[in-house]
Each structure stands twice: as C-alpha cells, then as structure tokens.
C-alpha cells in the first residue's frame, strides 16, 4: 500500500504530464475538425459550380444542394412573401417568395424569384408582378436565409398580400399559403427574364478560414508538448527536490 506522502508526490508528479497530453490530443482533434469543415466547404462549393445539365422536378424526388433542376406550372402571384432586412450590394431590400404550383394535387414549390430594394417609406411594400400563366422555370435547389434565433414573430402583418416575413421556415410559409410546401427552395437562374437581382452563391466562409483555425489548434498542441517536455527534462536536470 502507498503511503499517502509518496501517493500525494506521485500524483503531482504524473497529473501535470497526463493533463498536458490530455490537453494536445484535443487541440488536435480540434485541429482535424477545423480540416474537415474545410473540406465540406470545398465539397459544396464544387457542388455549386458544377454545370450539370437540368433535372426534371417529378414527384417524390431526392434532391441534392445546388441541383439544377427545371419544372413546369404556374405561379400564385396573388399570394408572395417579402422576405425582409435582406443585404445586397450594401443595400437593404427584400426575397421576393412566390409559390409555384406545377400539379393541383401535389405540395407547392416554393421560388426564390430574386432581390428587390426596399423604398424609403418602409410602410410600402414594392409590388413584384408575376404572371400566373403556365409556364418554364429552372433554377437551383436550395434554401431560406436562416439565423440562429429569429428576433419575433415570422410575420409582422399577417392580413394582407404580399406579406412582410422576417426570416420564415417553410412551415411558416405553409401555414400562410394553407397548402402543403416541398422541404426544399428553388432559386430561380440568374437568366430568368423576370427582373429582380440574383446572385446566388453558397451562403458559407471560404476553406481557408479553417485552415487558418486548424493552424492555430495544432500549434497550440505543439506548444502543449513542448512546455511539457521542457519541464521535465528541467525537473530531471534539477534533480530532487
């Protein structure tokens, strides 16, 4: 049995190298998390620049980010959302969200139909037409600006058309509408002659933001180490105490 001096000299002996390899193993494992990130921006950026050729939008279909994909109907443009406090060029304006219809009896496609500034007066809503015959779109498949917490209410005035949103989920959008909507957004292209401003791009920071963080973890991991090893070769050096 270990006398409790010689327990107490062992543990403050051993606990300062065992937290110190604890401590770089995880600024490590931070550091290969941060290369992963990377990796999945890389990932979904090559999604967005690939110039694959449009799918046919059918019922039940397994999309994927970014997918370019095309689909006949009509919109219901007697019921758009403004989807508000949306930035473009240093401007404050709003996503014009229109429902699109492409079969009576099947969940509503919900469209992206692009950026429009905002008047001065805030109390008038810009009106964006938009013809309901049938029709073409194509587009990517994608989604609703998001932030972690909504400040309020997903709509502010919820009597009349079109209506003022502050950061909705599809649900939201669903329940206004009173028809079911499909889990995804499709951002209508760019060449679209209906005019509103689209420059879509992955709403992400670029890789080597985390290439720089993971730089900054394994350092620390490193400096863990060395500190470490210098203490004990200066304890050995030094002799007993």
Same mark, same amino acid.
């Given at each position: 049995?270990?006398?409790? %001096?010689?327990?107490?000299?062992?543990?403050?002996?051993?606990?300062?190298?065992?937290?110190?390899?604890?401590?770089?193993?995880?600024?490590?494992?931070?550091?290969?998390?941060? +290369?992963?990130?990377?990796?999945?921006?890389?990932?979904?950026?090559?999604?967005?620049?690939?110039?694959?050729?449009?799918?046919? +939008?059918?019922?039940?279909?397994?999309?994927?980010?970014?997918?370019?994909?095309?689909?006949?109907?009509?919109?219901?443009?007697?019921?758009?959302?403004?989807?508000?406090?949306?930035?473009?060029?240093?401007?404050?304006?709003?996503?014009?969200?229109?429902?699109?219809?492409? %079969? %009576?009896?099947?969940?509503?496609?919900?469209?992206?139909?692009?950026?429009?500034?905002?008047?001065?007066?805030?109390?008038?809503? &810009?009106?964006?037409?938009?013809?309901?015959?049938?029709?073409?779109?194509?587009?990517?498949?994608?989604?609703?600006?998001?932030?972690?917490?909504?400040?309020?209410?997903?709509?502010?005035?919820?009597?009349?058309?079109?209506?003022?949103?502050?950061?909705?989920?599809?649900?939201?959008?669903?329940?206004?509408?009173?028809?079911?909507?499909?889990?995804?957004?499709?951002?209508?292209?760019?060449?679209?002659?209906?005019?509103?401003?689209?420059?879509?791009?992955?709403?992400?920071?670029?890789?080597?933001?985390?290439?720089?963080?993971?730089?900054?973890?394994?350092?620390? %991991?490193?400096?863990?180490?060395?500190?470490?090893?210098?203490?004990?070769?200066?304890?050995? +050096?030094?002799? &007993?105490?």
């Amino acid at each position: 049995m270990i006398a409790p %001096a010689k327990f107490e000299h062992l543990f403050w002996r051993l606990a300062p190298p065992i937290a110190a390899v604890l401590l770089a193993a995880l600024f490590v494992s931070l550091g290969f998390w941060q +290369l992963d990130r990377a990796a999945e921006k890389l990932a979904m950026q090559a999604l967005f620049d690939d110039d694959a050729s449009y799918v046919p +939008l059918v019922d039940n279909m397994q999309v994927k980010d970014f997918q370019r994909v095309s689909v006949s109907g009509r919109f219901l443009g007697d019921r758009q959302f403004l989807l508000d406090n949306m930035i473009s060029n240093g401007r404050v304006g709003y996503y014009a969200i229109t429902a699109f219809e492409y %079969a %009576a009896d099947k969940p509503l496609l919900i469209v992206n139909r692009g950026w429009i500034a905002g008047t001065a007066d805030r109390a008038v809503r &810009p009106q964006i037409p938009v013809s309901g015959d049938e029709t073409e779109i194509r587009g990517r498949i994608g989604s609703l600006p998001r932030v972690g917490i909504r400040p309020g209410k997903a709509f502010a005035d919820a009597g009349s058309w079109p209506r003022v949103a502050t950061y909705p989920e599809l649900s939201d959008l669903s329940q206004a509408l009173g028809r079911e909507v499909l889990p995804f957004v499709l951002l209508l292209d760019p060449d679209d002659a209906q005019p509103l401003l689209r420059q879509w791009q992955p709403r992400v920071q670029g890789p080597m933001m985390h290439y720089g963080y993971a730089f900054q973890w394994f350092a620390m %991991a490193v400096a863990v180490l060395g500190i470490m090893i210098w203490q004990t070769r200066k304890k050995r +050096l030094d002799g &007993p105490a």
